[in-house]
């Protein structure tokens, strides 16, 4: 029998699929020229703030399956409350939108657009639904002790459930920004 969705990782998944369509709804109202056009020299266009989300969901993944995989191994069994630590804390209090402080994103993660809005949604709502299953996978466990590294920073480590909310504050920050992108260049 199936242990009960946490209400903490519940909400997580509801973030997640919020976020999903929010990019299906931001996509849908802009044709290809809006979306893939930057509101200015330096900012990224949409198209490009999807990108990005595609690039961090594709380098978290692995982190978050070998971290929930060590965690089973080592039976560290929890369910809750989770708290995010104190970096994990400031981190997605940093990145929710609205956008307070400019951060530059490190090489790999800058975008490069590669295929048309549809493709780019389609694979931001796959990796959506990945993210929301590595949610429940990590149902029982205690998110508070594994720890995670930083895709982007490799030296930063928090909690699992810190990279779970700073993972869905990322996402609302650039799709808050893509909806800004849009809204400029209409």
Request: aromatic share 8%.
């Amino acid at each position: 029998m199936r242990t009960p969705l946490h209400p903490q990782l519940e909400q997580l998944q509801r973030e997640l699929q919020q976020a999903g369509e929010q990019a299906s709804r931001l996509a849908a109202s802009v044709d290809e020229g809006i979306w893939a056009r930057r509101p200015e020299p330096g900012r990224w266009s949409a198209a490009e703030c999807v990108v990005h989300l595609n690039l961090t969901s594709e380098a978290y993944i692995p982190l978050i399956e070998y971290t929930i995989r060590q965690g089973r191994e080592r039976e560290w069994r929890g369910n809750g409350p989770y708290r995010r630590d104190p970096i994990g804390w400031l981190l997605a209090r940093i990145i929710e939108p609205p956008a307070r402080l400019r951060v530059k994103t490190t090489a790999p993660f800058v975008p490069r657009i590669s295929g048309q809005k549809d493709e780019i949604v389609g694979e931001f709502l796959e990796l959506q639904k990945r993210l929301e299953d590595q949610v429940e996978a990590a149902n029982g466990l205690n998110l508070n002790r594994l720890r995670i590294a930083s895709p982007f920073y490799p030296r930063v480590r928090y909690n699992l459930f810190s990279g779970f909310k700073i993972l869905a504050a990322h996402e609302r920050r650039h799709l808050w920004q893509a909806e800004q992108a849009v809204g400029v260049t209409r």
